[in-house]
């Protein structure tokens, strides 16, 4: 794998929305970033009370979907959100399966794993990595790095998975935090930075984070702009690591998703549509009513707003943002919320590897 | 505010369907599910919560078309459109009907209902209160308390205003042996009598007081409470007299290191009184919105009173704190004696100054600006930043959930219900 801080690594929980955003970004664009992939929860179907699909279900299609839509190039890949004590009916561990399957596609998946990942995970990752020979990736909490016996902890780990950190990624995930203020909190990992163990040794090393809305409750109807604060971090925290010689970071970011699945009972919820466009430092908002009252037919108009605003003048160009384009003109359809997903992740990825590029050149 | 019968209905339905949300809600499927056991009790939390609002909502609405409601009261201003709505529905009026008894259009009321009248002007506000037949006087007594300072008139006490009844209930009046009838017959007597028995001089003199309130404050109650602290304060042997140098910055680290023991609240009253300062803990009366308070005895020995309105340990920990600053820097005799604080209200002057001190002491702004606890906000952050310095981490959490603005979160680190009981002595109730 051949990039510096420069790159961009979007988390990416692979849906429909997700893998059909990546799969329309142009090669240009494809090589700037490497996404980390994390395999979907196993929904939950409240009316009947029990679990959507079996776990066989759930993972057959994805290794199929992430080689179809992203191809052979290096990814991350984290079943984070699968119980660890999910075996297939056969009794193959989820990991097992899904990097087995995922090596004959072929795709160049590094598995991912952390510090409180069971024994069984462990072994699994130890496993895919030998025979792979793809290296693996550590997502390290900011908490658990804040603390004293992190080294102790990844040595030790680091020591079952038989790896060194020179064939190891670290990504240093901040979840969704407080960002504000700013500069305290760069400071604040500035501290953590200095202490993580073999911060210089590592192949890649990713401070990941979000400030994107847990949901879109708080978010007023028309438009609305919602700082990236992580975007505002990390520039901030590139001078602050640069002053103090510290090794600089990958940005990282979980696109125009929340970091934490929050599954609640769809029949309690009535989703609005709402149009995500990713702005310098920020999101633009567009939210109308819910959909189940008042149907899709809004996100013509709501396209509209997006394209009058002059958020929309600025000189990305992407797939997500053409489409925008073309629905308020009636040339392209109004879509569902699926669809609306992959216009924004897709738009986003193009627009953030675009600030990536012109934050170094500057 | 349920408004109309479509609303009723509506709501009714909404309530069914959250019963049996409720009902069927499987904690542990949804533990899993979430992998959290916190989530999971935070959904069933949340329907829990929408289920008794809407239930509330239901239960006035029924109750008023039932026609059993006869009287509404307002106490202040603010609740006049409130009082208009539920008036036209305990006389089992429809929007509509009201409407063409002014000769509006239904919908018109309907707006003003949404909103709260918010946009109709006095004289509509009187036509509607006249045609639901609304007793004029009631709303002429929509006038607030008086905002006179403590003993403002020195001697006239406003003995009538005097919360009599609950200074009964607490047994104040201590040697009087009646019933409470003869307790409220004889309250101009009893409440002079108390007053006099703590205060030396008949009240403080206006200039001498400082009060931080967000509402609106029953003085009297106000003073009654003071006069049972300085009561109490007085019957305390003090061993050691206060000097203020004995507070030094080590005296106030190893009283803020207090905060980690499990008896810290009783072992730093102790710490207190061994410099010479009296910590009284006594409920707060009804309409003194009071956490604190800080004054001087009439030989200049301070006092702090603690009411415990909120039974947390952050806030325990904070007003403590807040009153010490009070006690070494505001407090002079012959200047000002006394600070009532309430605390959720604005601060300015010396009690931003008593704020931000009492903060500083505890959490020093140079650790808090790049605390790791302060960005993360979780509980194990706050544990460790919590063991950094020394402190509960209830202190780190409030800070965090102030800063935030937001109570919601945090709720099971601030140490609710840890400090009361310490105190069983005290009544709360």
């Known amino acids: 794998m051949n990039f510096d801080h420069r790159h961009y690594i979007p988390c990416l929980r692979w849906k429909q929305g997700e893998y059909q955003a990546v799969a329309l970004l142009p090669d240009t664009i494809k090589c700037k970033f490497t996404p980390l992939i994390e395999v979907p929860e196993l929904g939950y179907d409240f009316e009947e009370r029990k679990e959507k699909k079996t776990i066989d279900e759930h993972l057959a299609r994805f290794p199929k979907r992430v080689f179809d839509n992203w191809g052979d190039s290096p990814c991350f890949v984290d079943l984070n959100l699968i119980k660890h004590d999910k075996l297939l009916a056969n009794g193959t561990h989820p990991v097992r399966f899904i990097f087995d399957k995922l090596q004959t596609m072929p795709c160049q998946a590094i598995p991912v794993t952390g510090l409180l990942r069971d024994m069984e995970y462990q072994k699994e990752i130890k496993a895919v990595s030998a025979k792979d020979g793809n290296g693996i990736c550590l997502r390290i909490t900011i908490e658990q790095a804040a603390k004293g016996t992190l080294k102790t902890q990844i040595d030790s780990l680091l020591s079952t998975l038989e790896i060194t950190p020179g064939d190891s990624h670290f990504i240093l995930d901040l979840g969704a935090p407080n960002f504000v203020p700013l500069d305290g909190f760069s400071m604040a990992i500035q501290q953590v930075v200095s202490k993580l163990p073999h911060l210089n040794d590592w192949q890649t090393f990713t401070v990941l984070g979000t400030s994107f809305p847990a949901t879109m409750a708080g978010i007023k109807k028309g438009g609305e702009i919602v700082p990236r604060h992580e975007w505002q971090l990390y520039k901030m925290l590139v001078a602050d690591l640069r002053k103090a010689k510290l090794r600089l970071p990958i940005f990282g970011d979980y696109a125009i998703s929340p970091s934490q699945v929050l599954d609640m009972d769809p029949r309690l919820l009535k989703p609005n549509a709402t149009i995500k466009f990713t702005i310098d430092d920020g999101w633009y908002i567009v939210k109308g009513n819910n959909v189940r009252d008042y149907g899709y037919e809004q996100f013509h108009g709501l396209s509209e707003h997006v394209l009058a605003s002059r958020h929309y003048r600025d000189s990305t160009f992407s797939w997500g943002k053409e489409y925008i384009r073309k629905c308020a003109n009636r040339s392209a359809k109004r879509g569902n919320l699926t669809k609306w997903v992959q216009v924004g992740t897709n738009h986003h990825i193009e627009k953030v590897t675009q600030d990536i590029a012109s934050f170094y050149a500057s | ?429």
């Open chain 2, 1 to 429: 505010m349920i408004t109309n019968e479509r609303q009723y209905r509506i709501t009714s339905t909404q309530l069914e369907k959250l019963k049996t949300a409720i009902d069927t809600f499987d904690i542990k499927a949804s533990t899993e599910r979430t992998k959290s056991k916190i989530l999971a009790k935070a959904e069933i939390e949340a329907l829990r919560s929408e289920y008794e609002n809407l239930s509330v909502q239901l239960h006035e609405y029924e109750t008023l078309k039932s026609g059993s409601v006869e009287i509404l009261k307002a106490s202040n201003l603010e609740e006049l459109p409130s009082i208009l709505i539920r008036a036209r529905i305990a006389k089992g009026l429809s929007q509509r009907q009201l409407a063409d008894a002014l000769g509006l259009k239904e919908q018109q009321i309907q707006r003003y209902e949404a909103e709260e009248y918010a946009s109709a002007n006095l004289r509509r506000l009187a036509d509607v209160a006249r045609s639901l037949g609304l007793n004029i006087s009631e709303v002429a007594e929509f006038r607030p308390t008086s905002q006179e300072p403590l003993g403002g008139k020195n001697d006239n006490l406003a003995w009538d205003q005097f919360p009599v009844r609950e200074m009964y209930r607490r047994n104040w009046f201590e040697g009087f042996s009646g019933s409470l009838d003869e307790a409220v017959a004889n309250a101009e007597e009893l409440v002079k009598e108390f007053v006099k028995g703590s205060l030396d001089k008949p009240v403080q003199a206006a200039a001498r007081q400082r009060v931080r309130s967000g509402g609106s404050v029953n003085w009297s109650a106000l003073l009654a409470w003071q006069c049972r602290v300085i009561t109490l304060a007085k019957k305390e042997i003090m061993t050691n007299k206060y000097n203020q140098r004995t507070i030094t910055d080590e005296w106030l680290t190893k009283l803020a290191h207090l905060s980690r023991e499990e008896n810290g609240p009783k072992m730093a009253i102790e710490h207190l009184r061994n410099s010479g300062i009296r910590v009284v803990v006594e409920f707060h009366l009804p309409n003194t919105y009071l956490d604190g308070a800080a004054f001087l005895l009439s030989d200049g020995s301070p006092v702090i009173g603690m009411t415990l309105r909120h039974d947390r340990l952050d806030n325990f920990w904070f007003v403590l704190f807040h009153e010490l600053v009070h006690i070494i820097k505001h407090l002079h005799k012959g200047d000002i004696e006394s600070i009532f604080d309430d605390l959720d209200a604005k601060a300015d002057d010396i009690e931003q100054e008593a704020d931000e001190q009492a903060g500083e002491i505890l959490v020093s702004e140079d650790k808090w600006n790049t605390s790791l606890a302060r960005f993360v906000r979780s509980e194990d952050s706050i544990r460790d930043f919590a063991n950094e310095l020394g402190i509960h981490p209830a202190i780190i959490a409030g800070k965090i959930r102030k800063e935030a603005n937001n109570y919601i979160i945090l709720k099971n680190m601030v140490g609710q219900g840890e400090v009361r009981k310490l105190f069983p002595g005290t009544n709360f109730s």
